[in-house]
Nanobody, 114 residues
Framework: QVQLVESGGGLVQPGGSLRLSCVASGSIFDFFNMGWYRQIPGKQRELVAGITSGGSTNYVDSVRGRFTISRDNAKNTVYLQMNSLKPEDTAVYYC????????WGQGTQVTVSS
């Protein structure tokens, strides 16, 4: 049973930064393409950044140039460095595989507000 545990969220002012972490337990982590997703209440969960097993990355247009996804396979951890945060980045952030999702974790709340 794989567990995903996200952390690192919080309240930050516009223009600020946060670094999210996601630890995956109980899986052969380094073989899988992973992603960071976010969800606003009442809206569908959306993929914001993805990283392949080989380290190639992709981003949704709204975060490209501000967010950076990375991974440490030895630690079964995926990171999301978020810079120049905007109020519209406010959401609950989750990590998961790109396909054949594991059970979703609790996510971590990111609130960007002055």
């Amino acid at each position: 049973q794989v567990q995903l545990v996200e952390s690192g969220g919080g309240l930050v002012q516009p223009g600020g930064s946060l670094r999210l972490s996601c630890v995956a337990s109980g899986s052969i982590f380094d073989f899988f393409n992973m992603g960071w997703y976010r969800q606003i209440p009442g809206k569908q969960r959306e993929l914001v950044a993805g990283i392949t097993s080989g380290g190639s990355t992709n981003y949704v247009d709204s975060v490209r140039g501000r967010f950076t996804i990375s991974r440490d396979n030895a630690k079964n951890t995926v990171y999301l460095q978020m810079n120049s945060l905007k109020p519209e980045d406010t959401a609950v952030y989750y990590c998961n595989r790109r396909v054949n999702y594991y059970s979703w974790g609790q996510g971590t709340q990111v609130t960007v507000s002055s």
